[in-house]
């Protein structure tokens, strides 16, 4: 990974460890139900944001290297990775 890229995913991810905590605290405190839900979807799209880019990383070095390749079985293999990822998305 890129250090650009993973110092974007690094604050990403410790802004949704924030989130989820405050999540936590939100429960502990009894605070409103539509408050907490808030702060859920705020979570999952920080997460979301970080998934977008590890895929856009996996898709630029991983993905792009193994089809610049000769090695039919390492294309195959990459197709079949984002085959799985975005199928597990789907879910």
């Known amino acids: 990974m890129d250090a650009n890229t993973k110092t974007k995913v690094q604050a ?3 802004r949704a460890a924030g989130q989820v905590a405050g999540i936590q605290r939100m429960v502990e405190d009894d605070r409103y139900c539509v408050d907490v839900l808030h702060q859920i979807d705020a979570a999952r799209a ?3 944001k970080v998934s977008q880019l590890m895929l856009e990383q996996h898709m630029e070095t991983c993905v792009r290297h193994a089809f610049e390749s000769d090695d039919a079985d ?3 293999a990459k197709i079949d990775e984002l085959v799985d990822v975005f199928g597990r ?3």
């Open 74 to 76: 390492a294309r195959q």
């Open 46 to 48: 920080a997460l979301a």
């Open 12 to 14: 990403r991810l410790k």
């Open 89 to 91: 998305a789907s879910r």
